[in-house]
């Protein structure tokens, strides 16, 4: 990289979005784009995708969208090898779609704990592996077993040449809350499988990270922020006073996934207004 260039300038970096069509998702998206990322977003639902695609192409023309239902795991790999051909690649994976089920643990149904699991772990492992395989591929097909072989994709800066992973986890990922055992487990596998990708493929250059968000005001925590009494409870925990807005992941989204975190990887990076460190 030349001296003149901001490490965090993502110029050349195709990103691929998952769960990119709203909240904290399309928050990563507005940022990784604003940072100069070709970005991708994918999500089930069209008129959602429509309307961020429409957003993010305001930031940089080259937006895109893609449908993709990340819990139909027979579909992955086609879907992937679509998208990844679509992209001309993939240099930057958000493996950010989730979803929950709130529950009393003894009374929630094993469809439901399956549905959570398939959302929030299976389908980031295999989009991840995907990921991986083609990057290591790519590796292999430029003579580089390792990353500090020569060649690079074209446009992308040496020090990011393998490539990075940025999963979601969350403060369930250290802690659990009430009637959220699939969550809390899902976003703890998260945690681990974070470090476990992180040793197998650092060989290869690819760096695998997380950020943590607190309790951030979207969609899936809309029965939260919309109950006075507990949403009055998650402010009062927080020494920053406030819930989590979606935009307050995209700095450390953008860090996670650039030249300025090389040397980083196998983390969980907590965006939380300080909750984990308060008793
Ligand atoms: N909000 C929080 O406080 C909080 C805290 C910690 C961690 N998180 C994590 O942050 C991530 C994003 O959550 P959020 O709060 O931004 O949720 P959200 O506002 O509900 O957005 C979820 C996004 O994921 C997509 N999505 C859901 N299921 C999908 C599937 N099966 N395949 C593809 N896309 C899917 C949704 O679009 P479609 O429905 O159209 O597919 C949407 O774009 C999740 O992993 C969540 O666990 C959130």
Redesign the pocket.
């Known amino acids: 990289m030349a001296h003149t260039e901001s490490p965090f300038d993502l110029t050349g970096h195709r990103a691929l979005v998952?769960?990119?069509?709203?909240?904290?998702?399309?928050a990563i998206a507005r940022g990784l784009a604003r940072s100069g990322a070709t970005v991708a977003?994918?999500?089930?639902?069209p008129e959602?995708?429509s309307r961020?695609l429409a957003e993010l192409q305001e930031i940089r023309p080259d937006a895109r969208a893609f449908t993709?239902?990340?819990?139909?795991a027979a579909a992955l790999p086609g879907r992937w090898a679509e998208i990844s051909a679509a992209l001309g690649g993939v240099d930057i994976l958000v493996n950010?779609?989730?979803?929950?089920w709130r529950s009393p643990a003894h009374t929630l149904p094993l469809d439901k704990w399956d549905e959570v699991i398939a959302?929030?772990v299976r389908?980031p492992f295999v989009l991840a592996q995907l990921f991986a395989r083609e990057r290591i591929a790519a590796a292999e097909a430029l003579g580089a077993d390792r990353a500090a072989g020569p060649g690079s994709p074209a446009g992308v800066p040496e020090s990011s040449r393998g490539g990075t992973i940025l999963f979601?986890?969350?403060?369930?990922s250290e802690q659990a809350r009430k009637d959220n055992a699939p969550?809390a487990a899902s976003?703890g596998a998260i945690r681990q499988l974070v470090k476990a990708l992180a040793i197998d493929w650092a060989p290869w250059g690819i760096r695998v990270n997380a950020v943590?968000?607190?309790?951030?005001?979207?969609?899936?925590?809309r029965p939260?922020h919309e109950d006075p009494a507990f949403s009055a409870w998650i402010v009062g925990h927080t020494p920053l006073g406030r819930w989590?807005e979606?935009d307050d992941l995209a700095g450390a989204a953008v860090f996670l996934c650039s030249p300025a975190a090389s040397f980083i990887t196998g983390q969980v990076l907590y965006v939380d207004g300080g909750f984990l460190a308060t008793l």
């Open positions: 998952t769960g990119g069509s709203a909240g904290i998702g399309l977003v994918a999500g089930r639902t959602r995708l961020a993709l239902d990340v819990s139909d950010n779609a989730g979803t929950t959302t929030n389908a979601t986890a969350s403060i369930l969550y976003k943590g968000p607190g309790y951030i005001r979207t969609d899936l925590t939260l989590g979606p």
